[in-house]
């Protein structure tokens, strides 16, 4: 593999995968509105969120609720994804009770959740404060899509229609219905079934991750799989603040006391994976990604994970499989699938299918954290092309440092 690539593709991925872990996946981004209040109430005035700046204009308001096909609210948060034109306009997090909100049009942040599996979470501010005013009139959400993709769970698509000179837009109640066949799940069993004061601490803990307050969130957690040791979500979240944290060997433990306590539960195998990715553990991650493959072939992230790993193990094959199924799912909120797949083509000297990857990502992530230095390979790819009549050689570019 020529150098430039192989740096190119190790700084970009392991920072994807740092984000990924981080807690702000869970919708507790410093700076992110929660979402509505209990019983999915319509919003209140947003006289609140006045501000002289000509970006910052009375915010549109998207929001519903999610509930188990028994009629119970969901135990644990989940993602929720509003699209237009396929692209992520927003990523966020319900919370507690199932509640969702999506704030649209009040400034550069808005609710986005800056963390969830969203490529444009290390975006700059002026680009995600670009994304939120342009769908501030209510008239340019027609035709745009609520979607919730939870692992183990029929996905679930609401399109928005009669958004003419509306403040607010009411998806209504949506019912999570399991997958027959598939036995894994992105909700544990155990949550359904834990006592009241565990369950009363997980809340407290989830309450302290989404204002960022790890410390006060590990108590409470602790407190939580103390009183009861089966709390699978419990032992995912600790695992995660311990991943945050680079506490690797504690992050270990509590991902395989969450295996342990709920097999079927897919989250810990993926954050497991991303551990062992990010420790420069490729065959461990495999295997991880490969295990919540096997409890729900559809899980896009673990596709994704699994690809990388191969990528880094010179898989090429077994990487661009992965990548390929991960691409056939709702990868919408991983656009950077494509520029994996661009790495493999090049490592391949498939310059063709490299560039079409690119132009791909570049459709679909138009102002992502890596659409300048993609153009910037396309343009190198697609010039040399041309000097040589069709066949290229790799582009020398030189790769540019991480942020962080």
Same mark, same amino acid.
């Given at each position: 593999?020529?150098?430039?690539?192989?740096?190119?593709?190790?700084?970009?991925?392991?920072?994807?995968?740092?984000?990924?872990?981080?807690?702000?996946?869970?919708?507790?981004?410093?700076?992110?509105?929660?979402?509505?209040?209990?019983?999915? %109430?319509?919003?209140?005035?947003?006289?609140?969120?006045?501000?002289?700046?000509?970006?910052?204009?009375?915010?549109?308001?998207?929001?519903?609720?999610?509930?188990?096909?028994?009629?119970?609210?969901?135990?644990?948060?989940?993602?929720?994804?509003?699209?237009?034109?396929?692209?992520?306009?927003?990523?966020?997090?319900?919370?507690? =009770?199932?509640?969702?909100?999506?704030?649209?049009?009040?400034?550069?942040?808005?609710?986005?959740?800056?963390?969830?599996?969203?490529? /444009?979470?290390?975006?700059?501010?002026?680009?995600?404060?670009?994304?939120?005013?342009?769908?501030a009139g209510s008239s340019r959400l027609s035709g745009?899509?609520?979607? @919730? @993709?939870?692992?183990?769970?029929?996905?679930?698509? =609401?399109?928005?229609?009669?958004?003419?000179?509306?403040?607010?837009?009411? @998806?209504?109640?949506?019912?999570?219905?399991?997958?027959?066949?598939?036995?894994?799940?992105?909700?544990?069993?155990?949550? $359904?079934? %834990?006592? +009241?004061?565990?369950?009363?601490?997980?809340? =407290?803990?989830?309450?302290?991750?989404?204002?960022?307050?790890?410390?006060?969130? /590990?108590?409470?957690?602790?407190?939580?799989?103390?009183?009861?040791? !089966?709390?699978?979500?419990?032992?995912?979240? $600790?695992? !995660?603040?311990?991943?945050?944290?680079?506490?690797?060997?504690?992050?270990?433990?509590?991902?395989?006391?969450?295996?342990?306590?709920?097999?079927?539960?897919?989250?810990?195998?993926?954050? *497991?994976?991303?551990?062992?990715?990010?420790?420069?553990?490729?065959? +461990?991650?495999?295997?991880?990604?490969?295990?919540?493959?096997?409890?729900?072939?559809?899980?896009?992230?673990?596709?994704?994970?699994?690809?990388?790993?191969?990528?880094? *193990?010179?898989?090429? &094959?077994?990487?661009?499989?992965?990548?390929?199924?991960?691409?056939?799912?709702?990868?919408?909120? #991983?656009?950077?699938?494509?520029?994996?797949? %661009?790495?493999?083509? $090049?490592?391949k000297r498939d310059y063709s299918d490299a560039a079409?990857?690119?132009?791909?990502?570049? !459709?679909?992530?138009?102002?992502?954290?890596?659409?300048?230095?993609? !153009?910037?390979?396309?343009?190198? #790819?697609? =010039?040399?092309?041309? &000097?040589?009549?069709?066949?290229?050689?790799?582009?020398?570019?030189?790769?540019?440092?991480?942020?962080?």
């Amino acid at each position: 593999m020529n150098s430039w690539l192989a740096r190119l593709s190790v700084a970009g991925w392991l920072i994807l995968l740092i984000a990924w872990i981080s807690w702000a996946q869970k919708g507790g981004a410093p700076g992110s509105r929660s979402p509505t209040g209990s019983g999915g %109430a319509a919003p209140s005035s947003a006289g609140s969120n006045q501000s002289s700046s000509s970006q910052m204009q009375n915010p549109l308001f998207v929001y519903g609720r999610l509930i188990m096909e028994s009629g119970q609210p969901l135990p644990e948060p989940v993602s929720v994804s509003l699209s237009c034109e396929a692209r992520i306009v927003q990523i966020i997090q319900s919370d507690l =009770k199932g509640n969702f909100q999506f704030v649209l049009g009040a400034g550069p942040q808005a609710n986005m959740d800056m963390g969830a599996q969203n490529d /444009t979470s290390d975006s700059s501010p002026t680009g995600l404060q670009e994304r939120s005013s342009n769908f501030a009139g209510s008239s340019r959400l027609s035709g745009c899509t609520v979607q @919730v @993709v939870v692992a183990g769970y029929q996905p679930l698509s =609401k399109t928005l229609t009669d958004t003419v000179a509306v403040e607010s837009i009411d @998806v209504g109640t949506l019912v999570l219905t399991p997958v027959a066949g598939v036995s894994g799940s992105a909700i544990s069993v155990t949550s $359904l079934q %834990a006592p +009241s004061n565990a369950r009363k601490e997980f809340d =407290k803990g989830e309450e302290e991750i989404r204002s960022n307050q790890l410390e006060s969130a /590990t108590k409470h957690l602790n407190k939580a799989v103390a009183e009861y040791d !089966k709390y699978a979500a419990a032992w995912n979240d $600790l695992g !995660k603040i311990y991943s945050t944290g680079h506490q690797t060997e504690n992050a270990r433990q509590a991902f395989t006391k969450a295996m342990t306590a709920d097999p079927q539960y897919i989250p810990p195998y993926v954050n *497991l994976a991303t551990l062992e990715l990010q420790a420069g553990q490729f065959e +461990s991650a495999v295997e991880m990604a490969g295990r919540a493959l096997e409890l729900h072939p559809g899980t896009v992230s673990a596709s994704f994970l699994q690809a990388v790993a191969n990528f880094r *193990l010179h898989r090429l &094959d077994a990487a661009e499989k992965g990548a390929r199924d991960a691409e056939k799912g709702l990868h919408q909120n #991983i656009p950077q699938v494509h520029l994996l797949l %661009a790495d493999i083509f $090049l490592t391949k000297r498939d310059y063709s299918d490299a560039a079409e990857q690119m132009r791909t990502y570049l !459709k679909e992530a138009p102002q992502g954290q890596y659409a300048s230095q993609t !153009k910037q390979r396309l343009e190198q #790819i697609e =010039k040399t092309a041309a &000097d040589v009549g069709g066949t290229p050689t790799p582009p020398q570019i030189a790769p540019s440092s991480p942020d962080r």
